[in-house]
């Protein structure tokens, strides 16, 4: 019996996760994915919001607020690159302007400090701003940070504090068995547990109506993103957002923007489009068509078209989505189920959930601790252990990591200056990397202009080395996703060594 056992690890299972840890508790993750952090919190547009626009009392706005206050600490501890670079919201227009000055106030009444720019105002920081923006909302608490980083570091230390983690494990029904809970698993896996934390993103809704009679639903919304080469950071030091979106379904989206991630490359988006799949994270020809157009035109507004007149397309190196999990009731749902004891939901997170996450995880731990009148543990470990990234490195400290660790001598990703230390660590640390995807979201493998054309067959030989595995066994994501089929000549792989394996 489980003391608490958690469906899905994003950002608000990992953080729950990490909370409970602390506690002398018996603690499983069930994840559907081949990897932690296989829903909305990888794919999206990697915003730590200020948290002034969403309307004030709800959930949404408290715990955006506290969740962006958490950052700087969480990320010191967590070691997770994290930059307060401000978020900005333009205006072209004096009807913008209007919604500018209506953020403002809003952003007054959940203390969330914002600054109100008229042009002269603005071309004093950013003398290179478009021609045709009037003025602007600035918001300095507003940042970057690298989502999947987060998440999996926050799942790293969860595992070091001694939750258990069951990846590709999918919860299909929960039901109350006497005073417990039975959750099982789609290939026939039982748990019982006292209590149960639905953090299932996009499927949230069916395990909450399974057991409650407060029924609600959740409509995946898809949003993608461009992402630039390296070479246009210089030129975007903030987040700069059009005014919010009104979308033809109801609701808004925050607006498309272009933003300077904190591994030095430049992502445009978002949209927003509904789907009826939970689980398509597929960008298609439409959406990227959506907002390479949209670019073209919004791109003037921009200080880099200072030094890019035209959207240089050709500067795209990758697309992802992602899918918003957005519920009927137009907040985030959070707490204890009201006819269901023991059953406590972080459902329909959209976006600032990113940002509330780590608050909302808090919260839940909190709550869940005092139910069970869990004791704090002695040994508990707030950080994590990870190999230092050799491409922020200087030339001083590159010399010295290799002298210690030879593995940094070589590099793997040429693009993302990514070495075999790197990899072989993201490998070896707890709930570590079993994929290629995995290897690449821990250490950026693949990542770079070459997108893995040049590493991806060093990164499956290495996964081969420290897991026991055959080439013909490794894959891209899990499942079926092998990346090689078979041989194509008299050569044949090796058999793993099958103590090796266990
Ligand atoms: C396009 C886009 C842009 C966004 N931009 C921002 C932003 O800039 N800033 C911001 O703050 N927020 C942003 N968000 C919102 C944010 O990403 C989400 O609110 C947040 O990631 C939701 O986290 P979660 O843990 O609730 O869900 P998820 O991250 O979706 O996690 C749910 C997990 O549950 C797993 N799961 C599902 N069903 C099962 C099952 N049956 N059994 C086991 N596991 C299961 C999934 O595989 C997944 O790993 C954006 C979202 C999108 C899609």
């Not at 994915?33 to 829903?39: Q, R, T």
């Not at 390296?230 to 030091?237: K, L």
């Not at 707890?430 to 079993?434: E, I, L, T």
């Given at each position: 019996m489980w003391d608490v056992l958690i469906i899905g690890s994003g950002v608000c299972g990992a953080a729950t996760a990490r909370a409970l840890a602390r506690y002398d508790l018996s603690i499983a993750v069930l994840e559907k994915?081949?990897?932690?952090?296989?829903?909305a919190s990888r794919g999206n547009s990697a915003m730590v919001h200020?948290?002034?626009?969403?309307?004030?009392?709800?959930n949404k706005a408290i715990f955006n607020v506290l969740g962006n206050r958490m950052f700087d600490d969480l990320c010191a501890e967590l070691k997770v690159p994290f930059e307060r670079s401000g978020t900005m919201v333009i205006a072209t227009n004096e009807e913008e302007m209007e919604e500018v000055r209506r953020l403002h106030e809003c952003g007054l009444r959940n203390e969330v400090e914002t600054l109100v720019l008229d042009r002269p105002a603005l071309l004093e920081r950013?003398?290179?701003?478009?021609?045709?923006?009037v003025g602007a909302l600035f918001c300095p608490s507003g940042g970057m940070v690298c989502p999947y980083t987060l998440v999996i570091a926050m799942c790293e230390n969860a595992a070091r504090n001694g939750v258990e983690f069951f990846l590709n494990c999918e919860a299909e029904k929960v039901e109350r068995v006497e005073d417990f809970w039975r959750v099982t698993a789609k290939d026939g896996k039982v748990f019982d547990t006292r209590v149960v934390v639905n953090?299932?993103?996009?499927?949230?809704d069916v395990f909450n109506n399974q057991v409650s009679e407060d029924r609600f639903k959740i409509v995946p919304r898809f949003g993608s993103h461009l992402v630039m080469d390296?070479?246009?950071?210089?030129?975007?030091?903030t987040t700069i957002t059009q005014t919010p979106t009104k979308l033809a379904s109801g609701g808004h989206t925050k607006g498309m923007g272009i933003m300077p991630s904190v591994d030095g490359t430049v992502i445009l988006g978002t949209d927003a489009e509904d789907y009826t799949?939970?689980?398509?994270v597929a960008t298609t020809r439409r959406s990227i068509d959506r907002i390479v157009d949209y670019f073209k035109t919004?791109?003037?507004?921009?200080?880099?078209s200072a030094v890019y007149?035209?959207?240089?397309?050709?500067?795209?190196?990758t697309a992802y989505g992602g899918l918003r999990p957005h519920?009927?009731?137009?907040?985030f749902i959070i707490g204890e189920a009201p006819d269901a004891a023991n059953f406590f939901n972080a459902a329909g997170?959209?976006?600032?959930g990113l940002t509330a996450g780590p608050a909302i995880g808090e919260h839940l731990g909190k709550l869940i601790a005092e139910r069970l009148s869990a004791k704090k543990k002695a040994?508990?470990?707030p950080g994590r252990e990870v190999l230092p990234t050799f491409r922020t490195m200087t030339d001083e400290e590159k010399s010295r990591a290799i002298a210690k660790?030879?593995?940094?001598?070589?590099?793997?990703c040429r693009c993302e200056q990514v070495t075999e230390a790197e990899i072989r660590d993201a490998i070896r640390r707890?709930?570590?990397?079993?994929t290629v995807s995995a290897v690449k979201m821990r250490t950026?493998?693949?990542?770079?202009?070459?997108?893995?054309?040049?590493c991806q067959s060093r990164v499956v030989e290495i996964l081969c080395e420290e897991?026991?595995?055959?080439?013909?066994?490794?894959?891209?994501?899990?499942?079926?996703?092998?990346i090689l089929t078979g041989s194509c000549c008299e050569h044949s792989f090796p058999e793993a060594d099958e103590e090796e394996k266990a």
């Open positions: 994915g081949s990897d932690v952090c296989y829903g200020g948290g002034y626009d969403p309307d004030p009392g709800t950013w003398p290179d701003m478009g021609k045709g923006v953090c299932a993103g996009t499927c949230a390296r070479e246009f950071i210089p030129w975007v030091d799949d939970p689980d398509d919004f791109w003037k507004h921009l200080p880099i007149p035209e959207f240089p397309v050709s500067g795209v190196i519920p009927d009731r137009d907040d997170i959209e976006s600032p040994d508990y470990k660790n030879s593995d940094y001598a070589r590099i793997v707890p709930v570590g990397a079993r950026r493998a693949g990542m770079g202009r070459c997108q893995g054309g040049f897991l026991g595995l055959t080439p013909l066994e490794v894959t891209q994501s899990g499942g079926e996703s092998f």
